[in-house]
């Protein structure tokens, strides 16, 4: 399965779209390790794309690794982490994304403030 997920995210750097709505309908609890390494990865396609699949997993344990993804020292994991969150309406996670409001990037702080938007 990890292969094909791979595989799957190559398309999508590539914009297929066709690979991005496969990568929607998986619903193998397998894949989250590679949805979560994907909110890394340097192609905004495929973190997009894996925050929004990674949104769709209703499972005890994808809110508390986003939650400790917010501590990432890499940048995009952090703002997709804060997508994803948003994306599953988790008010919950709020308060751990206000804890980063002295996060000195940008990018960051427009994702707080959506954050506190949406889900107060």
């Known amino acids: 399965m990890a ?3 791979r595989n799957l995210l190559q398309r999508i750097r590539n914009r297929d ?3 991005t709505i496969e990568l929607l309908e998986i619903k193998d609890p397998s894949i989250i390790r590679e949805l979560f390494d994907a909110l890394s990865d340097e192609n905004e396609y495929v973190r997009s794309y894996a925050s929004i699949a990674l949104s769709c997993y209703c499972m005890p344990e994808v809110e508390p690794a986003l ?8 940048l995009f994991a952090r703002t997709k982490a804060i997508d994803t ?3 599953m309406k988790s008010k919950s996670a709020l308060p751990e994304i206000v804890k980063l409001e002295n996060d000195p990037d940008p990018v960051i702080q427009i994702s707080i403030n959506r954050a506190k938007k949406l889900l107060s």
């Not at 939650?67 to 890499?74: A, H």
Request: hydrophobic share 55%; net charge positive; proline share 6%.
């Open 67 to 74: 939650i400790k993804l917010l501590q990432s020292p890499n």
């Open 85 to 87: 969150l948003i994306l």
């Open 3 to 5: 292969r094909s997920i």
């Open 17 to 19: 779209l066709k690979a």
